[in-house]
């Protein structure tokens, strides 16, 4: 068991016999390497003569540029010169598209790495964590205040948004995918048109619903509102796809034993879609902890700790940055108060998504290695 | 039996054989009936599915209510201004339009995707068609984790580290690419001339809108038929060549799609253009001279200091930009639904 699982999946059953050997399909040739390498330095030495030397051209990123696109020619040429038209382009294009993925890459780590980076002055100190900013003034050094109002507000906000548009997206979830009906095409097209709706706008609506039309004071309460409103269309498309992975037969089986609706839909149903709930449920609060715009408007500003989420202003850490990460706003020392407040973010981001990567990533009724073990345990004992 | 017809011999088994020879001229309808099929509904199935298609029903409601209230607050607005709301560019309490801040939003968005698109594509190609399988999931987390990196974190980003560093290509674009009226600058050749400026806005908004196309469309590819990319290559064809001919064909929809959900997300971003941005009021085409504007910077920006009529135009202002995305994203839904790729992953 344990030999079967430490193989690539699909290995099985392409057990090499006596005789034969597996071809090697692997696409990476020295001469192709070479090939790039040469390219990425001729065009590098090229670019230097002409950018630097000849032509009066400056700026770093205008070289990487100008090299990029020479790059790509110099290859293009090489490849011509060895290989036929077909597999010339061939070539070409796999380089475009891994340079393409390499940006994007590069665009995570860069931002994730650049917060970290600038961030570790604010966050080495222990009372960055453990006080607010209620005595801190904006000379204050860093040993004294911290972020401690903003977390609380982030969690209870959070916690909040959780409990309001969790439920509400589970069960339209569970209509788009279990009921159905007339309605179903206009919910899903607006759960998906939602889902990339202006983060702004949530705020704005609940400023001018909550604030201005029923009188409610700017408070964690309204912020909580606010991200459910963001939050909610993305944990039910997540959980709309999770519940159409559930298989059919399943449901039938349930069906077959004479259980209604309600009853497949609750214990066969959403048990078997467990994992892939959570994740969305853990992905939606990830995408909702960060978003500003929305608690912007509604939550109010303030420099002191306030556990009450129902009344007062009630600080939380994406409006923190949004606040002393302003290059205007701030002197040296509450911009990396900002920055601290940014890897606690970034980094209370990453649990999560780890959380979600750690409970999902398994197709429904794909059990976990305790569920298994749980399972192997109590067919012995019967 | 009683079927007296040609056609329905020894279909009785069969509910519309029997049905349809029933139909035929020759049949007397007294003897026979299909039995009838009665699903009966028991009360807990009832109450269930109301209470799920309410919930349903609350994610229209929902949106119609933002609709609603954004409508009218900004009635008040709209009978002072008129129709010049639509032609002013000025914001204020007296004199207030969008006709600077949402072509600014617009052109914001547009060079965003100019970057997004290529690099989100290409991305999601070689992500679902180069990466060998080990590193192809780890790619998929990043770009998921990309997906759910705040707003603010990369606005901070592009406000400290990107802002700086592109000073020298926006001086390098004007001075050699300057003929070209987009790329045309007014004023020194300094970095006052080029911070703040829509350009740079809208490359910090690609970094937001390029997980969402790249993940999208990845999403399509790898849908793309087993069969088909094998015919592929069985005719021949190298790697891009099935690419060209099966995966791109297929997944059109999808890259139409996501790339106008990347539109809605980059025309609705606020906190990226308001950090880098520094609000004017007259529209200018000039994405690399410094100043710009737009719609959500307004709303961040000034909502809560607004008097009353300043504060109905901003919302008018909100309800014209709520309306456009949300037109945006329910068109680019039905071109994902109905594409064929998105008919597997959306189907009823």
């Known amino acids: 068991m344990l030999t079967q699982e430490s193989r690539p999946p699909g290995a099985t059953g392409t057990r090499p016999a006596d005789g034969e050997r597996k071809v090697r399909i692997s696409r990476v040739t020295p001469a192709g390497v070479m090939t790039v390498a040469g390219a990425a330095v001729g065009a590098l030495a090229l670019v230097w003569v002409l950018y630097e030397r000849v032509l009066p051209f400056t700026g770093v990123l205008g070289f990487w540029v100008c090299w990029y696109l020479v790059f790509l020619l110099l290859y293009a040429v090489m490849a011509r010169q060895q290989w036929d038209q077909r597999l010339a382009r061939d070539r070409v294009t796999t380089v475009a598209f891994a340079t393409g993925g390499m940006l994007a890459l590069a665009g995570v780590f860069g931002v994730v790495l650049f917060a970290l980076a600038r961030g570790h002055d604010a966050v080495f100190h222990v009372n960055f964590f453990t006080t607010s900013m209620a005595f801190a003034g904006p000379l204050s050094p860093l040993n004294v205040g911290g972020v401690l109002h903003a977390i609380v507000g982030t969690v209870e906000q959070i916690l909040i948004a959780t409990l309001i548009s969790v439920p509400l997206a589970v069960s339209a979830a569970v209509f788009l995918a279990e009921v159905g009906g007339r309605l179903a095409r206009p919910v899903r097209i607006i759960v998906e048109a939602m889902t990339a709706l202006p983060d702004i706008i949530a705020g704005v609506f609940v400023y001018v619903a909550f604030i201005l039309a029923l009188g409610m004071q700017k408070s964690g309460l309204a912020a909580g509102i606010a991200l459910s409103v963001n939050m909610m269309p993305i944990v039910a498309r997540a959980s709309e796809v999770v519940l159409r992975l559930v298989p059919g037969a399943l449901r039938e089986a349930s069906y077959a034993l004479g259980s209604s609706q309600w009853r497949t839909v609750l214990n066969v149903v959403l048990p078997t879609a467990r994992a892939g709930l959570a994740t969305a449920v853990v992905l939606g609060m990830a995408r909702a902890i960060g978003e500003t715009a929305p608690v912007l408007l509604v939550s109010g500003v303030t420099k002191e700790l306030n556990l009450s989420p129902v009344s007062g202003p009630q600080m939380s850490l994406p409006l923190f940055i949004w606040n002393y990460g302003h290059i205007e706003a701030s002197s040296s020392g509450l911009v990396a108060r900002g920055f601290g407040a940014a890897v606690a973010l970034v980094l209370v981001v990453i649990c999560l998504f780890a959380i979600a990567r750690r409970i999902g990533g398994r197709a429904p009724g794909d059990l976990s290695r305790s569920q298994r073990r749980r399972l192997a345990r109590s067919a012995v004992s019967r | 039996m009683g079927l007296r017809g040609t056609a329905a011999?020894?279909?009785?088994?069969?509910?519309?054989?029997?049905?349809?020879?029933?139909?035929?001229?020759?049949?007397?309808?007294?003897?026979?009936?299909?039995?009838?099929?009665?699903?009966?509904?028991?009360?807990?199935?009832?109450?269930?599915?109301?209470?799920?298609?309410?919930?349903?029903?609350?994610?229209?409601?929902?949106?119609?209510?933002?609709?609603?209230?954004?409508?009218?607050?900004?009635?008040?607005?709209?009978?002072?201004?008129?129709?010049?709301?639509?032609?002013?560019?000025?914001?204020?309490?007296?004199?207030?339009?969008?006709?600077?801040?949402?072509?600014?939003?617009?052109?914001?968005?547009?060079?965003?995707?100019?970057?997004?698109?290529?690099?989100?594509?290409?991305?999601?190609?070689?992500?679902?068609?180069?990466?060998?399988?080990?590193?192809?999931?780890?790619?998929?987390?990043?770009?998921?984790?990309?997906?759910?990196?705040?707003?603010?974190?990369?606005?901070?980003?592009?406000?400290?580290?990107?802002?700086?560093?592109?000073?020298?290509?926006?001086s390098w674009l004007a001075q050699h690419l300057g003929f070209i009226p987009v790329f045309r600058v007014t004023g020194p050749n300094s970095a006052v001339t080029y911070v703040q400026s829509t350009f740079i806005a809208g490359v910090v908004v690609s970094l937001l809108v390029i997980p969402i196309i790249t993940s999208l469309s990845r999403q399509v590819f790898s849908q793309a038929p087993q069969g088909e990319r094998e015919a592929a290559y069985a005719l021949g064809a190298t790697r891009w060549g099935m690419i060209r001919t099966v995966v791109l064909p297929y997944g059109r929809a999808g890259m139409i799609g996501a790339s106008m959900l990347g539109l809605g997300r980059a025309l609705g971003e606020t906190i990226a253009v308001s950090f880098i941005l520094t609000p004017i009021y007259s529209f200018s085409p000039h994405v690399l001279q410094s100043g710009g504007n737009s719609v959500t910077y307004m709303i961040a920006n000034y909502l809560l200091d607004a008097g009353s009529l300043e504060r109905s135009a901003l919302l008018a202002a909100a309800m014209v930009l709520f309306v456009m995305t949300l037109g945006i994203n329910v068109v680019a839904a039905i071109v994902i639904s109905r594409s064929r790729s998105g008919a597997t992953t959306a189907a009823d």
């Open chain 2, 9 to 170: 011999e020894g279909e009785e088994g069969n509910p519309t054989m029997a049905a349809l020879a029933r139909s035929g001229p020759t049949l007397t309808p007294d003897d026979d009936k299909p039995r009838p099929i009665v699903v009966r509904v028991s009360t807990g199935d009832l109450i269930f599915r109301s209470a799920m298609r309410a919930a349903g029903l609350m994610v229209l409601v929902i949106t119609a209510s933002i609709l609603i209230f954004l409508v009218a607050r900004s009635i008040p607005a709209f009978r002072s201004a008129g129709f010049s709301f639509f032609t002013t560019s000025q914001f204020n309490g007296y004199q207030f339009g969008i006709a600077a801040i949402l072509p600014f939003s617009v052109l914001i968005a547009v060079i965003a995707l100019v970057i997004a698109i290529p690099v989100g594509i290409a991305a999601a190609l070689f992500i679902s068609e180069y990466a060998p399988p080990g590193l192809r999931r780890a790619l998929i987390a990043a770009i998921d984790l990309m997906a759910a990196v705040p707003s603010i974190v990369v606005a901070v980003f592009g406000l400290y580290f990107l802002m700086p560093r592109i000073l020298g290509f926006d």
